[in-house]
């Protein structure tokens, strides 16, 4: 199975924008941080640190948020070039603890089922619907699915006839690169769901219950614009990393007709014909190692960034108060110290005990660790599950296919997967 790989370069020169370090990997990593512990440079006046050494990893990610903030800069700008200065993207970290208190229940384990049902449901939709283009099916399933997780619709809820517009006009954006556009898309749906009120499952504490007209007494503590900032946010990540760590998963499984009867088989044997709950996928260990895997080599976001407020030593070297130390978590996936030969698909591997916690983190780790990270594994298995039954993947010129950083971890030339109806 071919497995695309980032263009790193041979040295340590083009080490020179913090910002870059974090978002451009393929314009300036050395492609020695795929060995070594640790690569320092100075720019300008501080000391940025791309960070693999796993101890410190866990150090940096798990410790006390005062000792290793988020390094905001890198977040404030927004894909359309502006601040949404309420995201919780962006805010500082006692804002981002009142926001995360806010948005954790709508992805808290006792709502695990209805977003599996959720998530089955519109993908069916999808696949009825959007079945001549991959990405628009897979796009129409992840905006569908975060959107009845923020409004509190049900599997059964007519909601997804809103965002037809959105979808197409999405993707026609993600294909061109233009995150702007992108993300005026998504703007279009605030005033659609301020007006369509909300769904049977919201309750009436939840942050989006005032913003649909269901009540002034939901979330004081917030105000109108943190709210629709941050369904703007979330709305936005959920379809995005959604979408991309789908397309990843059946572009690979293109490349493998036998690999998806084996899947298909694991489910027939599991499911039967039933409906996927979280208990039942669980048992699905096969598909659960080839997302894993999938993961592990194409996660979509690549790196996450901290700053130390004091001296921090990494592998020998003390690093001053102030510097930038970036997680490429691209580079931990696939670095020679944690994994055997790291540029290849084997989901196999998955079935062995970790070289180190460290060594796998596709969703951060922490307190930092992303806020769906457990509810988004289950909706990533429902909607495999649901596509495996539903159709055939066949990838094309899978070798013709690059790997560069745009917000996330995309193709250079599009995901060319054919779906065909089983």
């Given at each position: 199975m071919?497995?695309p790989?980032?263009?790193l370069?041979?040295?340590?020169?083009?080490?020179?924008?913090?910002i870059r370090?974090?978002?451009?990997?393929?314009?300036?990593?050395?492609?020695?941080?795929?060995h070594d512990?640790?690569?320092?440079a100075?720019?300008r006046d501080?000391?940025?640190?791309l960070?693999?050494?796993?101890d410190?990893?866990r150090e940096v990610?798990?410790?006390?948020t005062?000792r290793f903030?988020?390094?905001?800069?890198v977040?404030?700008?927004?894909?359309d070039?502006k601040?949404?200065p309420?995201?919780?993207?962006?805010?500082?970290e006692?804002?981002?603890?009142g926001?995360?208190?806010?948005?954790?229940?709508?992805?808290?384990?006792?709502?695990?089922?209805?977003?599996v049902?959720?998530s089955?449901?519109?993908?069916?939709?999808?696949?009825?619907?959007c079945m001549d283009d991959?990405?628009t099916c897979?796009?129409?399933?992840?905006?569908?699915?975060?959107?009845?997780?923020?409004?509190g619709?049900g599997?059964?809820?007519?909601?997804s006839d809103?965002?037809?517009d959105?979808?197409?006009g999405l993707?026609?954006?993600?294909?061109a690169?233009?995150l702007?556009?992108?993300?005026?898309?998504i703007?279009t749906?605030v005033?659609?769901?301020?007006h369509?009120?909300?769904?049977?499952?919201?309750?009436?504490?939840?942050?989006?219950?005032?913003?649909?007209?269901?009540?002034?007494a939901?979330c004081?503590?917030l105000?109108?614009a943190?709210?629709?900032?941050?369904f703007?946010?979330?709305?936005?990540?959920?379809?995005?990393?959604?979408?991309?760590s789908?397309?990843?998963a059946?572009?690979?499984?293109?490349?493998?007709?036998?690999?998806?009867d084996?899947?298909r088989?694991?489910?027939?044997e599991?499911?039967?014909e039933?409906?996927?709950?979280?208990?039942?996928?669980q048992?699905?260990?096969?598909?659960?190692s080839?997302?894993?895997?999938t993961?592990?080599?194409?996660?979509p976001?690549i790196?996450?960034?901290?700053?130390c407020t004091?001296?921090?030593?990494?592998?020998?070297?003390?690093l001053?108060?102030?510097s930038v130390?970036?997680?490429?978590?691209?580079?931990?996936h696939?670095?020679r110290?944690?994994?055997?030969?790291?540029?290849a698909?084997?989901?196999?591997r998955h079935?062995?005990?970790?070289?180190?916690?460290?060594?796998?983190?596709?969703?951060?780790?922490?307190?930092?660790?992303?806020?769906?990270?457990k509810?988004?594994?289950?909706?990533?298995?429902a909607?495999?599950?649901?596509?495996?039954?539903r159709?055939?993947?066949?990838?094309?010129?899978?070798?013709?296919?690059g790997l560069?950083?745009?917000?996330?971890?995309r193709?250079t030339?599009?995901?060319?997967?054919r779906?065909?109806r089983?």
């Open positions: 071919i497995v790989k980032l263009q370069h041979p040295d340590d020169s083009r080490l020179r924008s913090i370090a974090i978002r451009s990997p393929d314009s300036c990593w050395p492609e020695r941080i795929l512990p640790l690569v320092v100075r720019v501080r000391t940025v640190a960070v693999c050494d796993p410190a990893l990610l798990s410790s006390d005062n903030p988020r390094w905001l800069p977040y404030r700008p927004t894909a070039g601040t949404r309420n995201s919780i993207f962006v805010v500082d006692h804002r981002w603890r926001y995360r208190d806010a948005f954790a229940p709508l992805f808290a384990p006792n709502n695990v089922d209805v977003l049902a959720n089955v449901s519109a993908t069916e939709v999808a696949v009825a619907r991959a990405t897979v796009t129409r399933a992840a905006l569908d699915i975060i959107w009845r997780t923020l409004l619709d599997p059964d809820a007519r909601t809103d965002l037809d959105q979808v197409y993707v026609d954006a993600s294909r690169g233009d702007r556009a992108a993300n005026q898309w703007d749906l005033p659609v769901a301020r369509r009120g909300p769904g049977a499952l919201m309750g009436p504490d939840a942050p989006m219950a005032r913003m649909t007209n269901a009540g002034s939901a004081p503590h105000s109108d943190e709210i629709s900032d941050n703007l946010a979330l709305l936005y990540s959920g379809q995005e990393t959604t979408v991309t789908i397309q990843w059946i572009w690979l499984l293109g490349q493998d007709p036998g690999l998806q084996e899947l088989a694991e489910i027939r599991i499911l039967g039933a409906v996927p709950t979280r208990s039942s996928l048992k699905l260990r096969m598909l659960d080839v997302l894993r895997e993961l592990r080599l194409l996660t976001s790196s996450t960034a901290r700053s004091e001296p921090f030593e990494v592998a020998g070297e003390l001053p108060a102030g130390l970036v997680v490429p978590i691209y580079a931990v696939r670095h110290s944690l994994w055997e030969d790291p540029e698909f084997r989901p196999e079935a062995r005990k970790l070289a180190h916690p460290m060594a796998y983190i596709p969703f951060s780790a922490g307190s930092h660790t992303c806020l769906a990270a509810s988004s594994w289950y909706e990533l298995m909607i495999l599950v649901t596509l495996l039954r159709v055939q993947f066949t990838t094309s010129a899978p070798e013709e296919v560069h950083n745009n917000l996330v971890l193709p030339c599009g995901y060319d997967v779906l065909e089983l």
